[in-house]
């Protein structure tokens, strides 16, 4: 948890991390996750998180916990 100026509460609010899964360009049969896997899988991207999924297509949003308002994260590059 961190506080953060909300522009919705337009005050500073509690403000909690959330991962999301980006939508994949393949399907949601068996079939399409195998392809994506392997696509995955060749493509080197070996850093897959325990949750699943890679980091190619995690997104980090920071939640309001006062309006529930996601702001998108994804700037954390210098912790890298
Ligand atoms: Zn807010």
Redesign the pocket.
Known sequence: MSNRF?D??GKE?QHKEVMKQKPSKYGKSRKEQFKAFLDGFFSGSASSLPGGGSLEVTDRYLV?T??G?HTLENHGLEFQ
């Open positions: 909300c919705k509460c609010a309001c006062r309006c308002k």
